[in-house]
Structure formats: structure tokens, C-alpha cells
T-cell receptor
Framework: GIQVEQSPPDLILQEGANSTLRCNFS?????LQWFHQNPWGQLINLFY???GTKQNGRLSATTVATERYSLLYISSSQTTDSGVYFC???????????FGTGTLLAVQP | DTAVSQTPKYLVTQMGNDKSIKCEQN?????MYWYKQDSKKFLKIMFS???????INETVPNRFSPKSPDKAHLNLHINSLELGDSAVYFC?????????????FGSGTQLSVL
């Protein structure tokens, strides 16, 4: 099955700093999504991005499908950005998504 | 109104008991899922239903039985609970199963088996 690797596993930032999170996957996919799990456990869908670039406020994401990776950019980080960021890939006839192991982000004031 | 809602939020029970978790979505989606998140935060799909039909059934003990009475509801029943079943269980939904469907998650049910 598809393997999904995320890096770095942990990241500590000062408020206001920028960061880049990476997701590598082992096979071609037609579905790639980024999620944020906040400290209260809620999973929020950030982007659906199987290819190309999207932006939403301080967050943006780029997927280079031919090279099997995706990047999530967080600019001017805030303490509310803390939590775990997951990349999920897959799709196919059943829309089955395989999740990566996540990046744990802590933004300090 | 909450888009994907699960009940209960917390479930504490003894080994050997039978318990159910309920999930409902008001998004008009056709597809619903159950995911399990273990203590290391790893998320793994368990089941998926599309319009009440089971379409994904991962390697899950048969003590776990999903039921979808209609496309807006997907419940999870667990028999003879074991310590290893302790985890957070998330329900999710998507518009359908064609390529590129975004997943929307409920707030999770934290199951603790003592």
C-alpha cells in the first residue's frame, strides 16, 4: 500500500515565525489533503490539494504530484496554530485516505 | 449546527462489555467513515459506507460491527471490549467516493477500556 512520511516529526516555533511541513508519498495519488488536529482533538480540513498550489490566509500548500511530495507553509505563526498537522493521500474508487504520522507543532508566545 | 456529530464524546467501560458509538451528518453527504486514532496519534481507517453500502472494511476484528440505517447515520458497535480497543474513534463524511472528495470529521469519541 501507499506509504506516507511527514517531516519534521516535531517543530517548535516562536510566534511570528514561518515554517514548512513536508509530506512524501510512495505512489501516484488522486487525492491529497492536509488536516490540523488542534489541542482539543478536533480534526480540521485545511486543504484538498492533489496538485498545484492553494492559499488560505496565512496557510498555503503546494503539491508536486510527479515528484510525490506536498508542502504546507505556515507564515507568521500564532499560538492557535499549535497542534498536529496530518497529510492524507489516496483516493481511488472508494476515496480511501492513508494518513501520515503527523507533525507536532508548538508555537510559543 | 454541527456538521458531523458523534455521541458520546467520552466512553469509559469495563473489559468484556458491549458499547456503541453513534454518528450523524447533516451535510447531505453520501459517504461516511470510521477512523481509529491510537495513543501515538496514528489515524487508520476502519470502515466506510457509501449510501448505506459497505465499501471499505479494513483488517478489523469482527467484534467491531458498523451499521448504517440511512446515509446520514453510521454507528459503530463493539462487542466484548478489550484493553487494546482504547483509542479515539472518529467518524467522518464526504460528498461521495469519486476522486477528490474532502473529508469532514466529527469531534471524536474517546474510549477507555478498564
Amino acid at each position: 500500500g501507499i506509504q506516507v512520511e511527514q517531516s519534521p516529526p516535531d517543530l517548535i516555533l516562536q510566534e511570528g515565525a514561518n515554517s514548512t511541513l513536508r509530506c512524501n508519498f510512495s505512489d501516484s495519488v488522486n487525492n491529497l489533503q492536509w488536516f490540523h488536529q488542534n489541542p482539543w482533538g478536533q480534526l480540521i480540513n485545511l486543504f484538498y490539494i492533489p496538485s498545484g498550489t492553494k492559499q488560505n490566509g496565512r496557510l498555503s500548500a503546494t503539491t508536486v504530484a510527479t515528484e510525490r511530495y506536498s508542502l504546507l507553509y505556515i507564515s507568521s505563526s500564532q499560538t492557535t496554530d499549535s497542534g498536529v498537522y496530518f497529510c492524507a493521500v489516496g483516493g481511488g474508487a472508494t476515496n480511501k485516505l492513508i494518513f501520515g504520522t503527523g507533525t507536532l507543532l508548538a508555537v510559543q508566545p | 449546527d454541527t456538521a458531523v456529530s458523534q455521541t458520546p464524546k467520552y466512553l469509559v467501560t469495563q473489559m468484556g462489555n458491549d458499547k456503541s458509538i453513534k454518528c450523524e451528518q447533516n451535510l447531505g453527504h453520501d459517504t461516511m467513515y470510521w477512523y481509529k486514532q491510537d495513543s501515538k496519534k496514528f489515524l487508520k481507517i476502519m470502515f466506510s459506507y457509501n449510501n448505506k453500502e459497505l465499501i471499505i472494511n479494513e483488517t478489523v476484528p469482527n467484534r467491531f460491527s458498523p451499521k448504517s440505517p440511512d446515509k446520514a447515520h453510521l454507528n459503530l458497535h463493539i462487542n466484548s471490549l478489550e484493553l487494546g480497543d482504547s483509542a479515539v474513534y472518529f467518524c467522518a463524511s464526504s460528498l461521495g467516493t469519486s476522486r477528490g472528495e474532502k473529508l469532514f470529521f466529527g469531534s471524536g469519541t474517546q474510549l477507555s477500556v478498564l
